[in-house]
């Protein structure tokens, strides 16, 4: 009679755990997905995955720079801002230190004294708001720098060109002498011997760098 020889499937079909005869898998060994009948890589339809359920469905993905979403595999920063490696969408495992990114709970922020900007990134109160020396957050400001003032919104405007120092446009502390301004009450007017020409220009009152000659 004849003799019934018994094979591994994966010796018959290539990564194959279990078969129904020698050219049919039923299921694939661990990172690969049944595919009519065949196994195939699950990182073929679906990147950066490790092992997988289906063609359409994985269960781990890899390396960890990538966090399993709905089946799929996306990157670690995409759930959480500054994330370099991850464990799962809400649990980062290493936070982008070179970028300023340090750990905030199971995420990550930035480090002071950096803001989070609107694109993601970590960056100074002097980049993100010019005439500001000490912001409180991305967009607000505590203490505006020599020369501007805090607005109704908490973000600093310039003081009027005829103003060396001021809490708003309209209150001047110090003048700006070089363009030959004085205080006058809570505003800076021309010196005597200038009249204002156009906000922030004292000219001479006898034409620029002309003395006003008495009249005898």
Request: aromatic letters at 6%; a negative charge.
């Amino acid at each position: 009679g004849s003799t019934v020889q018994c094979d591994l499937c994966s010796n018959l079909i290539s990564n194959c755990q279990t078969c129904t005869d020698d050219t049919a898998c039923a299921t694939c060994q661990t990172g690969y997905a049944l595919n009519g009948g065949n196994c195939q890589p699950c990182s073929t339809t679906l990147p950066n995955c490790a092992e997988c359920s289906s063609t359409a469905t994985c269960t781990l993905c890899s390396p960890d720079t990538y966090a399993l979403n709905a089946g799929g595999c996306q990157l670690c920063s995409v759930f959480m801002v500054g994330c370099l490696n991850c464990d799962s969408t809400t649990l980062c495992t290493n936070c982008d230190a070179a970028n300023y990114f340090d750990f905030s709970g199971s995420a990550c922020a930035c480090t002071t004294p950096y803001f989070l900007a609107a694109n993601n990134t970590c960056q100074t109160c002097a980049v993100l708001q010019p005439l500001c020396s000490l912001c409180t957050t991305a967009t607000t400001c505590s203490l505006c720098n020599s020369g501007s003032y805090l607005d109704n919104a908490n973000a600093c405007q310039t003081c009027p060109a005829s103003c060396g120092t001021c809490d708003s446009p309209t209150n001047c502390f110090t003048c700006n002498t070089t363009l030959h301004y004085v205080l006058n009450g809570t505003i800076c007017s021309c010196s005597s011997e200038y009249t204002e020409t156009s906000p922030g220009v004292c000219s001479a009152v006898c034409g620029d760098a002309k003395l006003v000659v008495g009249q005898e």
